[in-house]
């Protein structure tokens, strides 16, 4: 079962400011994730978020996608079952994390 994937406004903002390319590459991988979603920890393909250097991001989730330079990060409504995708982002200096964080608190994720 496949999980549906929401986007805060923003984040589907990110989204479009990146090339097309990047786009696909974001998308075909926000499609495989959607299928298990869940924390590594629980047999799932997020990697769990912890709350360092000031931000709160427990309970947020990544997916690295390495070779393209971009993270993606994502809250799991698992009444819903439902991926919220809170940022995406170029791998910068941890510059993603603290978007993740100042939208987390925004919109009291």
């Known amino acids: 079962m496949s999980w549906r994937i929401e986007f805060l406004a923003e984040a589907r903002n990110d989204l479009k400011k990146l090339d097309h390319s990047k786009q696909s590459i974001v998308r ?11 924390p590594q920890n629980e047999g799932g393909y997020g990697k769990p978020l912890r709350n360092q250097n000031g931000s709160s991001l427990a309970g947020l989730c990544k997916i690295k996608l ?5 993270r993606i990060v994502y809250k799991l409504i698992r009444s819903e079952t439902q991926m919220l995708i809170v940022v995406v982002g170029v791998r910068a200096d941890e510059e993603v994390y603290s978007i993740a964080d100042r939208r ?5 994720l």
């Open 104 to 108: 987390r608190k925004k919109y009291n």
């Open 28 to 38: 075909n991988a926000l499609s495989k994730v959607s299928q298990n979603p869940l």
């Open 66 to 70: 390495k070779a393209d330079g971009l």
